[in-house]
């Protein structure tokens, strides 16, 4: 479910850094479903459950900072929105292309910043030594880092997927429509292989469909 105009019903808004910042319910009950819903059938489960939710709004509210400081850096007034499939930074405005290259670098930079920061307290030992603390940082580790390189991959609408289109000015769309579509198809069915995960073969086959589907629009012109 993806929701594109942050004014409308069914949104949390505040400010963060002087940006507006718009979530849609539909974010709070994605980060439950791809969390560890199952085991949050008692006091102990429930817990985990919502430090998995906070941890999911805490790395994307930093990841998409990344993406509205470098915006504001350019001159830019950007927004966040939280949805359904994740997040954005919006923000109207001509940038070229050094900008945009690092205004989409941002996102994952800040992500892989926050990973390492929690990698570091963990492997130092600065953590006390119970079970909600570590899987916090077990959390913040895998959201941040993990996550942040698979946006990274040359996948349409991942981060990677514009730092292709910005490194290749915006040329040989066909092309970047089949790299984007084998690489979403390949990455499904290697996390389904390792992990057994069939949400992650589900996200990655729509992202191919969708790659799919814009290299044909740019074969034929639209």
């Not at 980060?31 to 999911?56: E, S, T």
């Not at 509205?68 to 939280?82: D, E, V």
């Not at 579509?181 to 990655?204: E, H, K, M, R, W």
């Given at each position: 479910?993806?929701?594109?105009?942050?004014?409308?019903?069914?949104?949390?808004?505040?400010?963060?850094?002087?940006?507006?910042?718009?979530?849609?319910?539909?974010?709070?009950v994605l980060a439950a479903l791809i969390g560890p819903i199952g085991i949050a059938?008692?006091?102990?489960?429930?817990?985990?459950?919502?430090?998995?939710?906070?941890?999911?709004l805490v790395s994307i509210l930093v990841h998409e900072l990344g993406h509205a400081?470098?915006?504001?850096?350019?001159?830019?007034?950007?927004?966040?929105?939280?949805?359904?499939?994740?997040?954005v930074a919006m923000a109207h405005g001509h940038f070229n292309r050094k900008q945009?290259?690092?205004?989409?670098?941002?996102?994952?930079?800040?992500?892989?910043?926050?990973?390492?920061?929690?990698?570091?307290?963990?492997?130092?030992?600065?953590?006390?030594?119970?079970?909600?603390?570590?899987?916090?940082?077990?959390?913040?580790?895998?959201?941040?880092?993990?996550?942040?390189?698979?946006?990274?991959?040359?996948?349409?609408?991942?981060?990677?997927?514009?730092?292709?289109?910005?490194?290749?000015?915006?040329?040989?769309?066909?092309?970047?429509?089949?790299?984007?579509?084998?690489?979403?198809?390949?990455?499904?069915?290697?996390?389904?292989?390792?992990?057994?995960?069939?949400?992650?073969?589900?996200?990655?086959?729509?992202?191919?469909?969708?790659?799919?589907?814009?290299?044909?629009?740019?074969?034929?012109?639209?």
């Amino acid at each position: 479910m993806f929701v594109s105009d942050p004014n409308g019903p069914g949104f949390l808004r505040f400010r963060l850094f002087g940006f507006p910042v718009a979530i849609h319910w539909f974010f709070w009950v994605l980060a439950a479903l791809i969390g560890p819903i199952g085991i949050a059938n008692d006091a102990k489960g429930m817990r985990i459950l919502l430090i998995w939710i906070g941890v999911v709004l805490v790395s994307i509210l930093v990841h998409e900072l990344g993406h509205a400081f470098a915006y504001r850096k350019y001159g830019g007034r950007p927004q966040i929105l939280l949805h359904g499939m994740g997040g954005v930074a919006m923000a109207h405005g001509h940038f070229n292309r050094k900008q945009s290259i690092i205004i989409t670098l941002g996102g994952p930079f800040f992500g892989l910043i926050l990973g390492t920061v929690f990698w570091m307290l963990l492997y130092l030992g600065f953590v006390p030594g119970n079970i909600y603390t570590e899987l916090l940082c077990v959390f913040m580790i895998q959201v941040n880092i993990f996550w942040s390189l698979l946006n990274l991959l040359p996948i349409l609408p991942l981060d990677g997927g514009q730092l292709l289109g910005h490194l290749m000015h915006g040329r040989r769309a066909v092309l970047r429509g089949q790299i984007g579509a084998g690489c979403a198809a390949l990455v499904g069915i290697v996390l389904f292989y390792l992990f057994s995960d069939l949400f992650a073969l589900l996200i990655f086959g729509f992202l191919a469909y969708q790659n799919y589907q814009a290299t044909q629009r740019f074969r034929s012109g639209f």
